[in-house]
């Protein structure tokens, strides 16, 4: 089977997938980006190869445990969560360098944890390092913690 021919193929059975389960597809040339990717590092090329590929790769850690809200899959960039940190600071009446220092006084957890619950609030996919990072480098299992904080707290 050509290249092309599984491309057809893999969109044919994407759109009846993504149907099926009510999803919001991803448009059709960041699939067909994925699905490229995909062949160019299978050898040989296999059409159940790469939708193995596609969707372990690139779906799979997108759609499996949510219904997407919004077009395509949600990523959260640098300057959003930023945007979100200079929020959360200006609501909590503190600066953003006393959110990301290493003091634990109640005040600025209870900010981090706004902070994380708002980025997941706004793209739930969005990997506890990232979070992490952009919280002056904090663990991912912290950001796990804050996650189980928010949730304790919705009850």
Avoid at 10 to 21: C, M, N, P, S
Avoid at 82 to 93: M, R, T
């Amino acid at each position: 089977m050509t290249a092309e021919a599984i491309k057809k193929e893999f969109l044919k059975d994407y759109t009846a997938y993504f149907t099926e389960q009510e999803l919001r597809p991803v448009d059709e040339k960041r699939l067909l980006s994925m699905v490229d990717d995909a062949i160019s590092k299978i050898k040989p090329v296999s059409k159940v190869k790469v939708k193995h590929v596609v969707k372990r790769v690139y779906l799979k850690p997108a759609y499996s445990s949510y219904k997407m809200r919004s077009s395509g899959l949600m990523t959260m960039t640098n300057a959003k969560a930023e945007q979100i940190l200079k929020q959360v600071a200006k609501d909590h009446g503190i600066t953003v360098e006393q959110i990301k220092s290493n003091r634990h006084h109640m005040h600025l957890v209870s900010a981090r944890i706004d902070f994380t619950k708002r980025v997941f609030e706004e793209s739930p996919i969005t990997p506890y390092k990232f979070i992490g990072q952009i919280l002056g480098g904090r663990d991912h299992s912290t950001i796990v913690n804050y996650k189980k904080s928010i949730i304790e707290n919705t009850r």
